[in-house]
């Protein structure tokens, strides 16, 4: 009996880690851009999915994210070159959509030097004083 519980945790050991790996893989969902910026010590950094619709295009690369709330409910969406699914180009204005990515809270000097952008004077003069970016890997129409 005792060699039989001793191979059950040996078992068990050795799905655990790969079970805590395979779920911390998975983003989390976040209801909205609301419940995301409330609490941005909470996501900062995490792979999160979060719905919303798309305000406004900054550029081919970047979009505005919000989920229709009152207050503070509105994200800058950053696609880095390799981003999966939709291009949000293509996408209309109020097209909804969930971005799968990871929360950043830094400038947007970070930003450009990280995936080697430039932004037009004009757009980082409007970003200057934005923190938090959602730097997306996957967009999806829902």
Do not use: C
């Amino acid at each position: 009996m005792k060699m039989l519980h001793a191979i059950s945790l040996s078992a068990l050991f050795a799905v655990v880690p790969a079970l805590a790996q395979e779920q911390s893989a998975a983003p989390v969902a976040v209801e909205d851009v609301e419940e995301l910026l409330d609490n941005i010590g909470g996501y900062a950094n995490d792979r999160v999915a979060v719905s919303g619709e798309i305000e406004e295009h900054i550029d081919p690369r970047s979009f505005v994210l919000e989920s229709g709330g009152l207050f503070n409910d509105e994200i800058t969406v950053i696609m880095p070159a390799g981003a999966e699914g939709l291009d949000p180009t293509l996408l209309r204005e109020d097209s909804d959509v969930v971005v799968i990515g990871t929360l950043r809270t830094v400038p947007v000097v970070e930003i450009e030097r990280e995936f080697g952008w430039d932004f037009d004077p004009e757009i980082e003069a409007e970003l200057e004083d934005v923190r938090t970016y959602l730097i997306a890997e996957k967009i999806e129409r829902y």
